[in-house]
């Protein structure tokens, strides 16, 4: 049976199952008598031992050549695995020139060296592991919403018309939460982001929400933070090596910066609030903090570390900052909406939402084809964004959005 190297190093007491086993060659090493190779497949951080006689023809076998391998499983005598797989037959798919191969598995290469190589550097253990969070953190988010999810991928056709590509489902979750009043969706989004940042991406992957019956801020924050640490747990328990490479290669501290985010309430402070701290230390900025303004980045990073590295909601915006679908809140001469960012350590802001401007008479004024939404029935409704590839840079501590997607698109490189 065919078994991957993840499967086959989970056999708790191996006993000569026969098993066929593909994958590519991370090493050999060649013995009098023996040759030992591991063979790595992607389904787990570790290599699988293969053990054959030295009467195997090894010339085929190189670093990163594609094998199958035939034979049985059986007790390592080593004490560095548990299982080896006792070759009967190795079978070379596809050679590789190891010397001309530009990822050395014995070095350790930074992330901007192997972003050249979008095509190889998956192979490497570093990928290899960001890449399982990853999936893992998919899988966490999707039972976050609905234990048990399938997901089904429509087709697509775009006829011969002009489409566009989604900045965001926001108003297609309105109105779903307004017949089915919780509602999620976690997909690809497109910004035309002018921007070579460490956090933006042309093309990204936005988990939205939409509560319908939400009465407060309080509400909507309180299931942001749930996701939030939900999924770390999830992906902590369920590929605790993947994430330890991580941690440990890419971004030390990160261990105990991730604990001290996840056992700690997150904290709220208002628009107005964070903007009296940044006055304070406004030396520090090259954009000078001024009520009514947009926080930037710099601004964004500092609210964190005064928090103490803990992820804080700001909340209440000034209304001419927002978008015309947040919830007035009606106050004073410094005119506010109920929105809220979630700002995280090494990232700033990861989420954003708000409660909705359910009121019709409010949105009147605002604008006029939004109204429909709120003739039939309307409910206090709120929702927010948040930005996977920075929700993994914050829990992984990786420093550039590029290294945890796949095939990252950005500004003047779309074409990959
Ligand atoms: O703050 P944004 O623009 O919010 C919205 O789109 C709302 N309509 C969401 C909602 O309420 N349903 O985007 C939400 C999050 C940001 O906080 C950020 O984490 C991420 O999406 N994001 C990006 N991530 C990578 N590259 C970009 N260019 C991003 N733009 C936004
Ligand atoms: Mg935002």
Not at 32 to 52: I, M
Not at 109 to 129: A, F, I
Not at 289 to 316: Q, R
Request: glycine share 6%; proline share 5%; with cysteine.
């Amino acid at each position: 049976a065919r078994v991957s190297v993840r499967g086959a190093l989970g056999v708790q007491s191996a006993n000569g199952e026969r098993v066929k086993v593909q994958g590519w060659i991370r090493s050999i090493r060649s013995q009098k008598e023996v040759l030992f190779l591991h063979v790595n497949d992607g389904s787990s951080l570790e290599s699988l031992q293969v053990v054959a006689d030295s009467s195997f023809d090894s010339r085929e076998l190189a670093f990163g050549s594609s094998v199958e391998v035939q034979g049985q499983l059986v007790k390592s005598p080593s004490k560095k695995q548990n299982v080896e797989l006792k070759a009967e037959k190795i079978e070379v798919v596809g050679n590789c020139d190891a010397k001309a191969f530009p990822v050395k598995y014995k070095e350790r290469h930074p992330l901007e060296y192997l972003r050249q190589y979008p095509h190889l550097r998956c192979r490497t253990n570093v990928l290899g592991s960001v890449l399982r969070v990853r999936s893992e953190a998919t899988a966490a988010i999707h039972s976050f919403f609905k234990p048990s999810s399938k997901i089904k991928v429509p087709e697509e056709n775009f006829f011969n018309i002009p489409v566009f590509l989604t900045v965001s489902g926001q108003l297609h979750l309105e109105v779903m939460s307004g017949a089915f009043t919780q509602v999620f969706t976690f997909g690809p989004t497109f910004r035309a982001e002018n921007s070579q940042s460490r956090r933006h991406l042309a093309e990204f992957y936005m988990v939205e929400a939409e509560i319908s019956f939400l009465e407060s801020l309080q509400d909507l924050m309180q299931v942001m933070e749930s996701l939030f640490k939900t999924t770390a747990m999830t992906v902590l328990s369920n590929c605790p090596k993947d994430v330890e490479l991580c941690h440990k290669f890419i971004a030390p501290g990160q261990k105990d910066r991730l604990e001290h985010m996840l056992k700690n309430n997150f904290l709220v402070i208002s628009y107005t609030e964070a903007v009296e701290i940044l006055k304070q230390a406004s030396q520090n900025f090259t954009f000078t903090p001024e009520w009514g303004a947009d926080l930037h980045t710099e601004h964004e990073k500092y609210l964190v570390k005064h928090c103490g590295d803990i992820p804080v909601f700001v909340i209440n915006y000034p209304l001419a900052l927002k978008p015309f679908y947040m919830r007035d809140n009606e106050d004073g001469p410094q005119h506010t909406v109920a929105a809220v960012d979630l700002l995280v350590p090494g990232v700033g802001e990861l989420f954003g939402g708000s409660l909705r401007e359910e009121r019709y008479h409010f949105l009147e004024q605002r604008l006029a084809r939004y109204l429909d939404l709120r003739r039939f029935g309307s409910v206090p409704h709120g929702g927010f964004g948040m930005g996977f590839e920075r929700y993994l840079q914050c829990i992984l501590g990786i420093d550039n959005i590029k290294d945890v997607i796949p095939f990252p698109r950005f500004t003047h490189s779309c074409l990959l």
